[in-house]
C-alpha cells in the first residue's frame, strides 16, 4: 500500500524556521518525482516545489524563491522541504504528493498525496 506521511510542521514566529519531512512507504522514492503544495483556509491549494525521481530537477513557486529547499534521500525514502524565513503568508496546511515520472512540475498531476502537516507563521 502505498503511503505518504509528512511531519515537521508547527507554530513558528516570523523570520523562523521549519523541516518539512515526507517519509514514503510502499513503493520505492527512486521511480518517483516527489511535490510539495500548500493550502490556506479560503484559498486554492498552490504547488510549492517538487523534485525529479532522481533529484535532477527542482522546481519553486515564486512566491518561495530563495527561501525554501526541496531535497530527497532516496535511500531513507524521505523527501524534505527546508522553510526559512517564514511569513505569515506561509500559513496553510502542507502536503506531499507522488507521482512516477523522472521530471516533476508543480504544475503536474500527481497521483499519491499524504493527509498534511499545518505550518503556522503569526503576524
Known amino acids: 500500500q502505498l503511503q505518504l506521511v509528512e511531519s515537521g510542521g508547527g507554530l513558528v514566529q516570523p523570520g523562523g524556521s521549519l523541516r518539512l519531512s515526507c517519509a514514503v512507504s510502499?513503493?520505492?522514492?527512486?521511480?518517483?518525482?516527489i511535490g510539495w503544495f500548500r493550502q490556506a483556509p479560503g484559498k486554492e491549494r498552490e504547488g510549492v516545489s517538487c523534485?525529479?525521481?532522481?533529484?535532477?530537477?527542482?522546481e519553486y513557486a515564486d512566491s518561495v524563491k530563495g527561501r525554501f529547499t526541496i531535497s530527497r534521500d532516496n535511500a531513507k525514502n524521505t523527501v524534505y522541504l527546508q522553510l526559512n524565513s517564514l511569513k505569515p503568508e506561509d500559513t496553510a496546511v502542507y502536503y506531499c504528493?507522488?507521482?512516477?515520472?523522472?521530471?516533476?512540475?508543480?504544475?503536474?498531476?500527481?497521483?499519491?498525496w499524504g493527509q498534511g502537516t499545518q505550518v503556522t507563521v503569526p503576524s
Open positions: 523534485i525529479g525521481s532522481r533529484g535532477a530537477s527542482t
Open positions: 510502499g513503493f520505492s522514492l527512486d521511480y518517483y518525482a
Open positions: 504528493a507522488a507521482e512516477r515520472a523522472a521530471y516533476c512540475s508543480i504544475y503536474g498531476w500527481y497521483e499519491y
